[in-house]
């Protein structure tokens, strides 16, 4: 059964940083590319973050220079480093797994998501 | 990286078929076969019904289904029964090899 479970979240304010982790399971990691998603409380759906199953990362105008993705094949876990936060990433942060392999899944569906980790950006 | 265009909000009785519009442009919808449909239930993590365009994972029910003309994509809910009320996103690649989101649309089953 796949699985996927952020953690990481919490209370930080503006200008600090925090690291969300995405534990993943029941499938194999190395093969799929995968996604960071974030929702804002009453907004919708934003995405945030690519890595592919090389490892090239793409991110959302929003986040770019703040954020970094990366994976560690090895724990079959993807990361995002948060930095400079700020008060409008405050969102319930969700990463996903595609529907295909390869380069094809960064572009594709995912059809797997975690539940959400909660990060919000208050002073 | 503008947000595809959804309407806010769609309306049907149970039974009936109703469609959720996403418009984008050259760049994205329509320039790719890489749109994908995806249902979220309060507080729930969303759920894929559609992508690339047409085609349903395993598991999506056969009344979901997904079609794209130019730079506008179209998701068709047939039969419409009450667990169908919830919000609705698309989502494209682009040519900048990102991806993006439409606005969301909330369903209501009168």
């Known amino acids: 059964e796949v699985q996927l479970l952020e953690s990481g979240g919490g209370l930080v304010q503006p200008g600090g940083s925090l690291r969300l982790s995405c534990a993943a399971s029941g499938f194999t990691f190395t093969n799929y590319a995968m996604i960071w998603v974030r929702q804002a409380p009453g907004q919708g759906l934003e995405w945030v973050s690519s890595?592919?199953?090389?490892?090239?990362?793409n991110y959302g105008d929003s986040v770019k220079g703040r954020f970094t993705i990366s994976r560690d094949n090895s724990k079959n876990t993807l990361y995002l480093q948060m930095d400079n936060l700020r008060v409008d990433d405050t969102a319930v942060y969700h990463c996903?797994?595609?529907?295909?392999?390869?380069?094809?899944?960064?572009?594709?569906?995912?059809?797997?998501w975690g539940l959400g980790i909660l990060v919000t950006v208050s002073s | 990286q503008s947000a595809l265009t959804q309407p806010a909000s769609v309306s049907g009785s149970p039974g009936q078929s109703i469609t959720i519009s996403c418009t984008g442009t050259s760049s994205d919808v329509g320039g790719y076969n890489f749109v994908s449909w995806y249902q979220v239930h309060p507080d729930k993590a969303p759920q894929l019904m559609i992508y690339e365009v047409t085609n349903r994972p395993s598991g999506a029910s056969n009344r979901f289904s997904g079609s794209k003309s130019g730079n506008t994509a179209s998701l068709t809910i047939s039969g419409l029964q009450a667990e169908d009320e919830a919000d609705y996103y698309c989502s494209s690649y682009t040519s900048s090899s990102t991806l993006v989101f439409g606005g969301g649309t909330k369903v209501t089953v009168l």
């Open positions: 996903a797994k595609p529907v295909t392999t390869g380069t094809r899944g960064q572009k594709s569906g995912f059809d797997y």
């Open positions: 890595v592919t199953s090389g490892g090239n990362t």
